[in-house]
């Protein structure tokens, strides 16, 4: 039996890392999951096992190179953002892969915006929210200012994706979704990088930006596999709906973050916009992804436990509730100082609920659903263009939730609301972009499987 022509995608996210084959067709073929220990830093700080990650990028890529059933035609990654990797003279890293959670020097963070035209003004031109390390560029210039041997001796610096592909290319270069994404890096409105990265000496050591599509030979093995440059996780997740979908559409993509993307949305953001938590993407194509973020996933989990507490019940009791249109046709109204502009984006109201006034936990749980879907109304409409998209697609833990969705439904009036699945969203991205670089036969059409959700006429909507 001839061995099946595939792509490789590694998937390295914080927890997981991951090797997927996926067949002509974008079925997976194969997989391989692990969990890598962590190490850290000088100060202590837990981060990423740099020596391990990178055995285990060797290790599981000559496994597949060497499976007799599969014939791998490409390899990619994708991997979460907002870590450089710093490369010295010899292509070797001679850093940690610092953790973007390290706390930020208050002093020294103070000193960067002074220094470049002040929090507000650089926020808006790099649409990066002030977020300390998650800025991955501060964390350039707190290598300049506080290790200069570092500094000296780095040749390039490698957002994460970047790293894993010079693993198997030993080519170094940039890509635009790992750069355009909150680095603090990009200035969005001029096209090219702020002007602090040549101010700091960092333009040199940052490599050639490549298009996405952009492939190497695997270095030492056979010229034909071709090798992507690699991608920012979120962004690759983006790619399969910007493949299948032509017209305007939003994706909210849940899970402990609930973060609506615009790729349609090309406004230059506000100041107002960055203060209510919206930022600003590059999207595989260099065009700006507009994004409003939720923690609506965290809040969920705190309020079921207390649902949980007061009546006594488990605290997954929400996993079985079954949707009842009656609870939603008598839910309660958003206290009056919750309802003013801008105040539900930080807080959906429920937490202020006295939970007596529920019957039971699925009355209670239906309330804390109703409350955090226009909590999302309103986020998600902070990036949408008039609402003139009208088309939602929801992925992520959230998508499977029957109550959410009914929510959704309802308070997104004359919106097609969709569940969407798509197993693997993220690496089949990163195998998608290098369809033409692999792949002979035509892209398919069912990749993203959709369910339609409709609201009840009972249900008021406030959206």
Not at 35 to 55: F, I, N, Y
Not at 151 to 162: E, G, S, V
Not at 343 to 366: I, M
Not at 398 to 427: D, I, R
Request: net charge negative; with cysteine; charged share 20%.
């Amino acid at each position: 039996m001839p061995a099946i022509p595939v792509i490789a995608v590694f998937d390295i996210g914080k927890t997981n890392k991951k090797l997927l084959l996926f067949d002509e067709q974008y079925q997976l073929a194969w997989e391989r999951s692990d969990r890598l220990a962590e190490t850290v830093d000088e100060d202590g700080m837990p981060c990423e096992d740099l020596q391990l990650l990178e055995q285990w990028l060797r290790d599981a890529g000559k496994e597949v190179l060497q499976h007799r059933d599969f014939d791998i035609r490409a390899i990619n990654f994708a991997a979460y953002g907002a870590s450089f990797v710093y490369l010295n003279e010899h292509g070797e890293p001679n850093a940690p892969l610092y953790n973007y959670l390290k706390p930020y020097p208050p002093q020294l963070l103070e000193q960067f915006y002074n220094t470049y035209g002040g929090i507000e003004a650089f926020a808006v031109a790099t649409a990066s929210p002030a977020l300390g390390s998650l800025n991955s560029g501060l964390q350039l210039y707190r290598i300049k200012q506080e290790q200069e041997r570092l500094f000296a001796h780095t040749l390039y610096a490698l957002h994460l994706p970047q790293f894993a592909s010079f693993v198997f290319t030993g080519e170094a270069c940039t890509d635009i979704t790992s750069i355009g994404c909150h680095t603090g890096l990009w200035d969005f409105k001029a096209d090219k990088y702020h002007p602090w990265v040549k101010a700091e000496a960092w333009t040199n050591k940052l490599p050639l930006i490549q298009p996405a599509d952009t492939t190497f030979p695997l270095f030492g093995y056979r010229t034909t596999i071709k090798v992507g440059i690699g991608l920012h996780d979120s962004s690759a997740a983006l790619i399969p709906y910007l493949l299948n979908f032509k017209e305007p559409f939003l994706l909210l993509s849940t899970g402990t973050w609930c973060i609506t993307l615009n790729p349609f949305n090309q406004q230059p953001l506000t100041y107002s916009e960055l203060r209510q938590d919206c930022l600003c993407y590059l999207s595989y194509k260099e065009q700006q992804v507009k994004a409003s973020r939720l923690f609506a996933g965290n809040e969920h989990e705190q309020e079921t436990a207390r649902i949980a507490a007061h009546f006594g019940v488990a605290p997954n009791f929400y996993e079985s509730v079954q949707y009842d249109a009656h609870h939603f046709a008598n839910i309660l109204p958003r206290k009056k100082d919750l309802q003013q502009k801008g105040q539900g984006l930080k807080d959906s109201g429920f937490g202020h609920r006295v939970l007596d006034a529920f019957a039971n936990p699925s009355h209670a749980y239906h309330q804390l659903i109703w409350d955090m879907a226009q909590q999302q109304y309103a986020a998600t409409m902070l990036v949408s263009v008039g609402g003139q998209e009208r088309r939602l697609f929801v992925d992520g833990g959230f998508s499977k939730n029957e109550v959410y969705m009914h929510a959704l439904a309802a308070v997104f009036t004359g919106w097609e609301v969709f569940a969407a699945a798509m197993p693997q969203a993220t690496a089949l991205g990163a195998a998608l972009v290098l369809h033409e670089k692999w792949n002979k036969t035509a892209l398919p059409q069912n990749l993203i499987q959709l369910k339609r959700y409709h609201a009840p006429a009972e249900m008021v909507t406030t959206g």
